[in-house]
């Protein structure tokens, strides 16, 4: 008696009548917020059993009326989809007291270590007293009490913040009254801002640190729901392969998803832009009702810190008042920014100037007061057979036939990225998820069933120096001509003394992007100039900084070196081809480009520059990170930690088989790349890994014939090497999921991986508790601690596996760099590589690492060890000053064309080393 029935409604599209018991209660219109009728009056009296009947009808005109609708077509074709009519988000059924707790208002004050609570209460009467908690896991950390409709400020003394890689969050209880209504919810003190980074770019700031924003289009159909993904996993499963992929951000595209996938981008650290549905707004009902729903969809959202920026419009789709519409909803929520357009329809409001450049990607013009983002790029496509809605017929902005082309192509892109980063762009969206129906642009196909690009580096800018500079520098002067030149104009020796001097760039004022100093306004331009390499200058990571419209063709010395096809917007950076590379020279170099126009606005500029690492600012010191990185046959989740100091040292290491997964260093020139062997995804880890970057135990290398015997008692073990057990049998310590807890202290960082191996695990007797930490240091060191507990007598012998390429990802094999090994003594082996019990003095022999040697250079001698080991695969005796067990330098290893250098120290008495002798090709590793 005196309970109250709320019947509520995720979303309905569009137009929604319930009735109870043939009573219509209520008319709902809008299609992507949520709504909640009291039925209570319209129940039939008697019990608990009486048969009560609920009825909804909902019409939808689809794009037959002027509402919001997002992408939905009745005929879909190219970026317009399959239409959504209907219940598409939960129903369900909640039982209140008189007087409930209808909503809260959580706003974060990151600055001032506060948040404010606002709860709204329903019933006869509201004058609710309520008593709000915030908690740290179980743990109350503040509290407030006061009137239902009130702000209540909770003071939180040294937050915990949330953002990507450590996305905490509070939990929120809220009381009202003795014995009242209850309801529990949370919040993460999250702060947005666009500011000025050190060097004075207007940067978008995630708690006071600039952050640049990497995302994805994210249009939120499935081929079975549509507008309804098959199962909660399955809408949390693409968050996590995004962040897998190396996105932190998500632009929701003209579609509002249930407050699940909300709550998994909370919890899992995503960042979202959320895109008002579109609609067309042609007369004034069709704007008041985009209106009413906007203010709805705000209010539903507005307690997530995931979502970072509104977006109220895209590419003009039904722009209107976009000056008041971005004031509004500046006024009604000042914890985040607003795109005032996604695209080209920019009016000069809002915290960012957005523009879509296709596959780009581009920067916008600078702008004195907003940042600068490239709210759409990419769109390369692919049809998977197998994995496409229709057989034939797909769609994409740029359609590739193979995966090798399309990944070095979506490679480019995000290498473009990083330099246009350094200029001052500070976010960028991919298009797109997945592949929609015939649109084929996705990461994913639009089954989930395949992943089409590989993760993104980690985003380290790029600083630019200019060797040509072009018209952005200032006025540079070449020879021209608009009439079709005879003989070998591009030949350094051409006469072009009859041309025309003029300054660059070269098109009409009205050409989107352009710097015109030299009026073109003709059919076709030729151009030349030249430019000195002064001896010695390194000619590697160079780019053409170019605009162009329309198509383009780049000559060096003579050669034809690249053609640039249709037209840009603004200029890009394209790296050069491997003609280019070749056709350069120090000395005098001559630059010559002829453009073709046939249509529209005219341009034509090109420089020259050379690109370098350079710590990006959100780097401020180390830090730390986690995000999801897939899940093991069992449903297990693994994680990955990302350990970065403050010189842009990366290194990643993943909760299964503590695998150190990467570890991304710089050579000579500043160039980070990934030195440590291993795979993109954990789905390579679980199926052909030979132990790839693993800590191996319980016991290290090979137990002969997979026994032993200790105290008086043999043991058997399961066997995985021929008739030996090989880094702890069938199921060691690299085939299992660790737990992990991260730290930072200053600005060295690490993480701790513990697991513990039950009695009899593979054989070995005890339960033995493991623990090994992970450690980057300012200094560039990476420090692996090695900790066992037992309760009973066991050998142990734990060892990282990762396999070491100093000359980086993709950059041949290893026998070319230079090893020295710190011993004197090694332990020969037999034919199963089990150690015969003998120390032998190196001295005379191929494994006489003293004085530094190439690896290769002796690796191929007719040596008995070398035979039983195809190679390299010894433990050296570590030439010790003392039998103390201190640090010592063990081995040092440095790659003559890199520069890079790995010196290794150990508190042990020995050091295998292992040649990669058993790859034998066959496996596909990273890129």
Not at 693 to 718: E, M, P, Q, S
Not at 796 to 806: A, E, I, R, W
């Amino acid at each position: 008696r005196g309970t109250r029935w709320l019947l509520h409604f995720g979303a309905v599209d569009w137009e929604t009548t319930v009735f109870v018991n043939g009573r219509a209660l209520d008319t709902h219109r809008g299609g992507y917020d949520p709504f909640t009728l009291d039925i209570t009056a319209a129940l039939r009296s008697g019990g608990g059993d009486r048969e009560q009947e609920l009825v909804v009808r909902v019409w939808d005109p689809t794009d037959a009326g002027d509402q919001p609708r997002g992408k939905q077509v009745a005929k879909p074709h190219s970026i317009w989809y399959t239409a959504v009519t209907g219940i598409w988000q939960t129903v369900w059924l909640e039982p209140v007291p008189p007087r409930y707790i209808a909503s809260l208002d959580v706003r974060p004050d990151v600055d001032a270590g506060t948040v404010s609570v606002r709860v709204s209460a329903a019933g006869p009467d509201t004058a609710l007293t309520v008593r709000v908690t915030a908690l740290d896991g179980d743990r109350p950390v503040a509290t407030a009490s006061g009137l239902a409709g009130q702000s209540l400020t909770l003071h939180l003394p040294d937050a915990k913040l949330w953002a990507p890689g450590h996305p905490f969050l509070y939990g929120l209880r809220v009381a009202a009254g003795s014995g009242g209504d209850s309801v529990t919810s949370y919040f993460g003190m999250r702060k947005i801002a666009v500011a000025r980074d050190s060097a004075g770019v207007l940067r978008l700031f995630l708690n006071n640190r600039p952050l640049f924003q990497l995302g994805t289009l994210d249009q939120g159909w499935w081929p079975d729901g549509l507008y309804t993904a098959p199962t909660a996993a399955a809408l949390r499963s693409d968050i996590e392969t995004l962040q897998r992929l190396g996105f932190n951000l998500i632009r929701k595209h003209v579609k509002v998803e249930p407050e699940r996938w909300y709550y998994d981008c909370d919890s899992l650290g995503m960042l979202v832009w959320q895109d008002m549905p579109s609609a067309e707004n042609k007369t004034a009902l069709g704007r008041q009702q985009f209106d009413v729903e906007l203010s709805r969809i705000v209010a539903a959202l507005r307690n997530h810190p995931a979502i970072v920026m509104w977006v109220p419009f895209n590419e003009g789709w039904g722009q209107h008042d976009t000056e008041r519409h971005v004031a509004w909803l500046k006024h009604e929520d000042p914890t985040r920014l607003v795109d005032n357009a996604s695209g080209w329809t920019d009016t000069g409001v809002g915290d960012v100037l957005d523009i879509h450049d296709y596959p780009g990607p581009a920067i916008p013009p600078p702008d004195a007061t907003r940042a600068l983002v490239l709210g759409e790029f990419g769109g390369l496509g692919l049809p998977l057979e197998g994995h496409t809605w229709q057989a034939k017929d797909n769609w994409g902005y740029r359609r590739f036939t193979d995966s090798t082309t399309l990944r070095a192509a979506y490679r480019d892109l995000l290498d473009q990225l990083r330099i246009l980063e350094h200029e001052g762009l500070a976010a960028a969206v991919y298009t797109q998820t997945s592949d929609v129906e015939i649109e084929v642009n996705g990461l994913l196909t639009y089954d989930r069933a395949v992943v089409k690009a590989p993760p993104a580096a980690p985003a380290t800018r790029l600083v630019l120096r200019t060797l040509v500079p072009d018209a952005r520098s200032g006025p540079q002067s070449w020879r021209y001509t608009t009439r079709a030149p005879a003989g070998t104009w591009t030949e350094p020796a051409y006469p072009d003394s009859g041309w025309t001097v003029g300054a660059a760039g070269f098109g009409t004022d009205s050409t989107p992007g352009a710097r015109v100093r030299t009026v073109w306004n003709t059919g076709d331009v030729w151009l030349r100039r030249s430019f000195e390499v002064a001896p010695g200058t390194d000619l590697t990571h160079l780019y053409w900084s170019i605009h162009h419209d329309e198509d383009a063709e780049v000559y060096v010395n003579g050669a034809a070196v690249d053609s640039f096809p249709g037209y840009t917007s603004g200029y890009h950076v394209r790296p050069l081809s491997a003609a280019t590379q070749g056709a350069l020279h120090p000395g005098r170099n001559t630059l010559a480009m002829h453009v073709h126009q046939s249509r529209g606005g005219q341009y034509a500029d090109v420089g020259l520059v050379q690109a370098a690492a350079a710590l990006p600012d959100q780097q401020e010191g180390a830090s730390v990170t986690r995000a999801p990185f897939g899940r093991i046959p069992d449903g297990n989740s693994v994680d990955v930690f990302t350990l970065t100091n403050p010189s842009g040292m990366q290194v990643r290491a993943i909760t299964y088989g503590a695998i150190l997964q990467a570890i991304r260093v710089p050579d000579r020139a500043g160039q980070l790349s990934d030195v440590a062997l291993g795979f993109d995804d954990l789905d390579g880890y679980l199926k052909s890994s030979p132990y790839f970057g693993a800590v191996v135990g319980r016991y290290a290398n090979r137990i002969a014939k997979g026994r032993f015997t200790l105290d008086g008692k043999t043991y058997t073990l399961t066997v995985n090497n021929g008739p030996n057990t090989l880094h702890g049998g069938v199921t060691g310590f690299d085939k299992v999921v660790w737990e992990a807890e991260p730290f930072r202290h200053g600005d060295t960082v690490g993480v701790t991986l513990a697991y513990t191996s039950p009695d009899g695990d593979q054989g070995f007797p005890g339960t033995l508790r493991a623990r090994v930490t992970y450690t980057l240091t300012p200094a560039d060191e990476l420090i692996v601690d090695y900790a066992a507990t037992t309760d009973q007598a066991t050998p142990v012998n734990l060892s990282q596996h990762t396999y070491f390429n100093l000359a980086g990802e993709g950059n041949g094999d290893i026998l070319g760099q230079v090893l020295a090994i710190n011993a004197a003594r090694y332990t020969p082996v037999d034919a199963t590589l089990i150690p015969t019990g003998e120390l032998v003095a190196l001295a005379g022999t191929p494994f006489d690492f003293r004085t530094p040697t190439a690896i290769g250079a002796r690796i191929d001698k007719q040596d008995p060890q070398l035979q039983n080991g195809r190679g390299y695969d010894h433990n050296f005796v570590l030439d010790r000053p003392s039998l103390g067990g201190g640090l010592i330098v063990a081995a040092r290893v440095v790659e003559p064309t890199s520069g890079r250098t790995l010196q290794i120290s150990t508190t042990e008495p020995g050091l295998q080393f292992y040649s990669g002798n058993f790859l034998d090709g066959t496996i596909r590793g990273k890129g």
